[in-house]
């Protein structure tokens, strides 16, 4: 079983950037796919982006698609989401997730990331 640690949110002004980090321990990370999601006070958890397990194929959200990029170093067990020209409705508490079948089934404690405009 694989445990997920999210770092790096805060808070920053609208069209700044922020990069968050998920480290996994207790399994390696390249046996599972890897995605990002996020929480807004009041509102359902949604998908933002995923990653493959090799890091070939990425999908995004089309709110966040040509601002957001998710990557990973399976080498160091950490995957990465690189947010660029953020805006105050991508405010929320971002999880990371992992799955090896169709569900997410490991999920992070999740980071506040703020913005404000």
């Known amino acids: 079983q694989v445990q997920l640690v999210e770092s790096g949110g805060g808070l920053v002004q609208a069209g700044g950037s922020l990069r968050l980090s998920c480290a996994a321990s207790?399994?390696?990370?390249?046996?599972?796919?890897m995605g990002w999601f996020r929480q807004a006070p009041g509102k359902e958890r949604e998908f933002v982006a995923t990653?493959?397990?090799?890091?070939?194929?990425?999908v995004y959200a089309d709110s966040v698609k040509g601002r957001f990029t998710i990557s990973r170093d399976n080498a160091k067990n950490t995957m990465y989401l690189q947010m660029n020209n953020m805006k105050p409705e991508d405010t929320a508490v971002y999880y990371c997730?992992?799955?090896?079948?169709?569900?997410?089934?490991?999920w992070g404690q999740g980071t506040q990331v703020t913005v404000s405009s």
């Open positions: 997730a992992g799955r090896t079948g169709a569900q997410y089934d490991y």
């Open positions: 207790g399994r390696t990370m390249s046996s599972y796919a």
């Open positions: 990653i493959t397990r090799s890091g070939i194929r990425t």
